[in-house]
């Protein structure tokens, strides 16, 4: 599938890894052209079979994304509507690279404020340049508040005074302090974020897509009761051992020394290497 007609993205595919490249001078705002490319490339990586990994990253190395223009945001309805029932366009497209049968990840090597920030924390995973990387969420200090899923989000990864603190406090973040509070997986430095972010791209994709689809349902079912997510786990894990690939895989790891003492004294990655042999 062809990623045409793009101005403020550029699209590169390699082993079933989408690489996508914010690429929108001077900051990259999160703007009208913006938001309606990321809409769009969401929409068509959810329906290429040959990618199972998307990474998200920058052009430029100190912006991913600048936040939501302001100028857009004085454009929305000054008398507050009804409350909705279904997902405004925004939500619809961030939500989209949590939900979708893909892994997602971020590369944050600048700042990603605001919109920025939600974008990432919507991501499976994010890792950050330490020194480099910035995050924050300054919408209160302007008089608004997040309202691109970070009130709902980073609760859920950082737990509610650490996210309060985020978002009443308006303070950028270093990849340091985000790596300690869960904002971003891990920090590393600089000249290794980008290796270390296309190993593990890299290593996910080379497993069965349905496995990595099923896995991820399986997590984003951790947001319902713990009942609900158990038996949403079990559906899954059927789903997965029905495949031929993992009847497959399962049979060729006994074959190269799984359960033996010396194969698992040893390290997991070398059966794993043995099964893409």
Excluded: W
């Excluded at 600048?66 to 279904?86: C, E, G, N, W, Y």
């Excluded at 980073?154 to 509610?160: D, F, S």
């Amino acid at each position: 599938m062809p990623y045409e007609n793009y101005t403020c993205l550029k699209i590169r595919t390699d082993r079933g890894v989408a690489f996508v490249t914010i690429d929108h001078p001077p900051v990259n705002l999160l703007d009208a052209p913006l938001i309606e490319e990321l809409d769009r490339i969401g929409r068509e990586l959810e329906k290429d079979s040959r990618v199972r990994v998307i990474v998200l990253q920058s052009a430029d190395p100190e912006f991913f994304i600048a936040h939501a223009d302001v100028k857009m945001i004085q454009q929305l309805p000054r008398t507050a509507p009804p409350k909705s029932t279904t997902l405004g366009s925004f939500h619809q497209m961030v939500d989209r690279f949590r939900t979708m049968p893909k892994a997602t990840i971020g590369m944050l090597e600048g700042r990603a404020r605001g919109g920025g920030s939600e974008l990432l924390l919507s991501l499976d995973m994010r890792f950050g340049a330490l020194g480099r990387a910035i995050l924050g969420q300054p919408e209160v200090a302007v008089g608004i508040i997040p309202g691109g899923s970070g009130t709902q989000r980073l609760p859920r990864l950082i737990g509610r005074g650490r996210a309060l603190e985020v978002i009443l406090g308006c303070e950028d973040f270093s990849a340091d302090v985000a790596e300690r509070y869960g904002y971003i997986n891990r920090a590393l430095p600089p000249q290794e974020l980008r290796p270390f972010v296309e190993r593990l791209a890299h290593r996910i994709a080379s497993f069965p897509a349905q496995a990595i689809a099923m896995a991820k349902a399986a997590v984003n079912a951790a947001e319902l009761p713990t009942i609900e997510g158990l038996l949403e786990e079990e559906h899954c894990f059927y789903q997965c051992l029905a495949t031929a690939d993992a009847q497959n895989r399962m049979a060729k790891i006994m074959e190269v020394g799984a359960q033996t003492r010396e194969a698992e004294l040893g390290s997991f990655d070398d059966l794993i290497a043995k099964l893409a042999g």
